[in-house]
């Protein structure tokens, strides 16, 4: 099982921007659909958004909406969250989230349960 890394992460202040990125060693994000959760302490983790690397889809959480863009660099290696308007939201842990079955997004895209392969996490922090 390949697992993605993230990275991007850091601390930043309100209003700021941050770009994450995302790697799976040997494996292109040709056909399949891979996400970006969120979990601050406390919480429950939460899908932010996600990409259907065949059809260039993107799939956004109503909280983040207008701030942050999702895409992938032209070799399908790299996947990236380009977030804007950072707002101070208790340090959630980014993670990295690809469905290695290679099935679409659709509507369960910001399920937990959608994904097999997930990342370690990258921090972010937002002051105010």
């Known amino acids: 099982q390949a697992q993605p890394v993230e990275s991007g992460g850091g601390s930043v202040q309100a209003g700021e921007s941050l770009r994450l990125s995302c790697v799976v060693s040997?494996?292109?994000?040709?056909?399949?659909?891979m996400a970006w959760f969120r979990q601050a302490p406390g919480n429950e983790r939460e899908g932010v958004a996600a990409f259907s690397t065949r059809y260039g889809a993107t799939y956004r959480s109503d909280s983040v909406e207008g701030r942050f863009t999702v895409s992938q660099d032209k070799d399908k290696i790299s996947v990236y969250l380009q977030m804007y308007s950072l707002k101070p939201e208790g340090s959630p842990m980014y993670y990295c989230a690809v469905d290695s079955l290679r099935s679409p997004c659709g509507s369960s895209w910001s399920s937990f349960g959608h994904f097999d392969w997930w990342g370690q996490g990258t921090q972010v922090t937002v002051s105010a």
């Open positions: 040997g494996f292109t994000f040709t056909e399949t659909c």
